[in-house]
């Protein structure tokens, strides 16, 4: 969008003439911010996707690997009838330091 100079002065007096400018501003502003917040969670997705793909999350700046026993769920299904299943070796939790 074109920045056009106006005066102030008639700009508080006649607040009508600038009312279009004013709204297509706005939307304009709208949909870049809608695009930039786009683009981070499909920046952030992509780092996900990446992340999980090599084996590991990050959690609070530390590197976690996927448990090896129960393949990253924290669960192994055929020992479902001992405390429910939880995998031992990562306490559940689905990752390992």
């Not at 056009?4 to 002065?9: L, R």
């Not at 939307?27 to 786009?38: M, P, Q, S, T």
């Not at 990050?58 to 769920?73: D, E, I, K, M």
């Amino acid at each position: 969008m074109e920045t056009q100079a106006f005066d102030m002065i008639d700009f508080i007096l006649n607040p009508e003439k600038y009312e279009a400018q004013l709204a297509a501003a706005g939307a304009e502003y709208e949909a870049e911010k809608a695009a930039r917040i786009a683009a981070e969670k499909a920046a952030e997705a992509k780092k996900v996707a990446e992340y999980k793909a090599a084996g590991f999350f990050w959690n609070n700046l530390r590197r976690h690997y996927a448990c090896g026993r129960c393949s990253g769920t924290g669960v192994l299904r055929q020992y479902k009838h001992v405390s429910g299943g939880v995998c031992f070796n990562c306490d559940g939790e689905a990752y390992r330091l």
